[in-house]
């Protein structure tokens, strides 16, 4: 049942994120990306990391991806007209994205041998409350220095922002 | 496999239930509404209009289902359907009632308990947005995109207050899941007062509820906060270009949502299906057929007038009377008290909430989109931040 719910949603975040380079059309693009964050808020719900999937569904699509939707129709962005694909691309892209792709898999694979399968059910602290007790406890500093990374990056927009206006 | 039956038959229930109480829910509306402003509202079909969702059903099936040549398609007919999935969806983990046993099967009045209730309902209502964005963006006319780009604004400034109301009564009460929350909300302190979370120690969530309420409101686009549907400014907003079932489908989901709200609500703040006075008091016990009888009394004092509205109605009050005097009966009735006074006391808090937003929307008038923003962004965040830091701080220095 769990490998049955992985591969259908494995199988959506794959196609979605294909859908969201082929379409022209932002619009469609953000939806496709939403498509793809869903399904991996499902992805992580399987394998036990409830509050990661219910955190990815609030905020990124929930909060970030609306944000996106929002501006591109502020914008009111139009589809992008095709221009004159190169047949070369495909010729050649995708036979380098599949080498890649099996370059990638093998230097993992290679750099980490013998840890064991994942298995569905097996990690049990996932919920709101070990998850909570990590970060607060062993993880504080790395948690706080990313708050602290996120206050600037937010001082930072306000600043740069200020100065378009004046 | 009794798993799956009793589950089977609870989603049944529990379907059926929340489409009647969809359909009602508007009747009462209007009926409250016109009230309000000294009119009769729906009479015309059925006994006092009672009649009139059913009429509204097959009004909205039978309708012409338009859609416009210059629609962007596949987004225009998703988000009605993605609206009401997601609405539909929420009243999944809301629990009616604790722990009862119905012919010999012990199973709980909620269709399923998750350790991330709260957080799970607040992923829906994030990607309920969505289904108002895109019907306004998809409609390609100049009016829905107005009401899609507000109301996208609207509810993701009015998500922080919410969230940050709805985290205070949470550190006091120490779980995410409806179940437990409303659980841990039963019994009294100094012997009268329920340990609901907006009396609870050691900092009373009354604030905390109110900034809920004001944002519930924002986030189911209700009036005051209706912007996004405008009908003087916008025509009718994001859903200017519907018709037939799909214009009936974004009424449902406002309207579910609404439920939720008002059940969420109940739950995190009025302490869910618990009475509100200890059990030790014979009050308690009587309370809804108190209510029920009193009902029924109104009724028939009614029938036993001159007839001064429609003729049958000489037939339908005594029999409303007798349906009401049933009722009272039934909730005395020892074997099925503990089934019923949850789920009495659970509906009598949501109906109150609910009647709460229609009342609202008979009373105030709509806000300018500058003063809905500030008001937000300005009033409400502030608050509701200074509000989790005291409550945090009490909750670490006294729990």
């Known amino acids: 049942m769990d490998a049955i719910l992985f591969l259908i949603f494995a199988a959506i975040a794959v196609g979605c994120a294909i859908n969201l380079v082929r379409q022209t059309h932002p619009i469609a693009s953000a939806i496709s990306l939403i498509g793809v964050m869903c399904s991996l808020a499902v992805l992580y719900l399987l394998l036990g990391a409830e509050f990661i999937a219910a955190a990815q569904v609030i905020v990124y699509a929930g909060a970030i991806m609306v944000l996106f939707i929002f501006v591109i129709m502020l914008l009111n962005a139009g589809a992008e007209p095709a221009r004159g694909k190169s047949w070369v691309a495909p010729l050649l892209g995708l036979p380098a994205l599949v080498a890649l792709a099996a370059l990638l898999a093998y230097f993992l694979f290679r750099s980490m041998p013998g840890s064991p399968a994942v298995r569905f059910g097996d990690f049990t602290l996932g919920g709101p409350r070990p998850v909570g007790e990590a970060l607060f406890t062993k993880y504080l500093l790395p948690f706080e220095v990313t708050s602290a990374l996120i206050l600037i990056a937010i001082l930072g927009a306000v600043v740069l922002a200020r100065k378009e206006l004046d | ?399």
């Open chain 2, 1 to 399: 496999m009794n798993f799956y039956l009793v589950s089977l038959i609870k989603t049944a229930v529990v379907a059926a239930a929340l489409m009647t109480s969809l359909a009602y829910l508007q009747w009462i509306e209007r009926k409250v509404l016109a009230h309000i402003q000294l009119r009769m509202g729906p009479y015309r079909v059925g006994p006092h209009g009672l009649l009139q969702p059913l009429a509204d059903v097959i009004k909205l099936l039978t309708k012409e289902d338009l859609i416009p040549a210059h629609v962007n398609k596949a987004l225009y007919l998703l988000a009605p359907f993605l609206g009401v999935a997601v609405a539909l969806t929420a009243i999944a983990v809301i629990p009616f009632g604790p722990k009862v046993e119905i012919f010999g099967v012990e199973t709980y009045l909620q269709l399923t308990d998750l350790n991330i209730g709260v957080l799970f309902l607040l992923a829906l209502s994030g990607l309920g947005v969505y289904a108002i964005a895109l019907a306004g963006w998809s409609s390609n006319n100049k009016y829905s995109l107005l009401g899609g780009l507000r109301s996208s604004a609207q509810m993701i400034s009015y998500e922080l207050p919410l969230a940050f109301a709805i985290a205070s009564p949470l550190l006091l009460l120490n779980t995410l899941s409806l179940r437990a929350i409303a659980e841990s909300q039963s019994g009294f302190s100094y012997g009268f007062l329920p340990n609901w979370s907006i009396f609870q120690g050691p900092f009373p969530q009354l604030l905390a509820f109110a900034v809920f309420l004001v944002a519930a409101f924002a986030e189911t686009n209700r009036l005051p906060f209706d912007l996004p549907e405008a009908e003087n400014e916008l025509v009718a907003g994001f859903h200017t270009e519907y018709s037939s079932m799909k214009f009936a489908l974004f009424f449902m989901s406002e309207y579910c949502n609404m439920i939720t709200m008002c059940a969420l609500g109940t739950h995190l703040f009025l302490g869910g299906w618990n009475p509100p006075l200890p059990p030790g008091w014979l009050v308690v016990k009587s309370i809804p057929c108190l209510i029920f009888l009193s009902a029924a009394a109104v009724l028939f004092f009614h029938a036993s007038q001159a007839a001064r509205g429609r003729k049958w109605d000489r037939y339908t009050y005594p029999v409303f009377g007798l349906a009401a005097l049933a009722l009272a009966i039934i909730f005395l009735i020892p074997p099925l008290q503990p089934v019923l006074h949850p789920i009495f006391w659970f509906v009598a808090k949501t109906g109150l909430l609910l009647f709460l937003f229609i009342w609202v929307r008979g009373t105030l008038p709509r806000f300018r989109y500058d003063q809905l923003m500030r008001f937000a962004w300005g009033r409400l965040f502030p608050v509701s931040l200074v509000n989790l830091f005291a409550t945090a701080l009490l909750v670490a220095l006294f729990k």
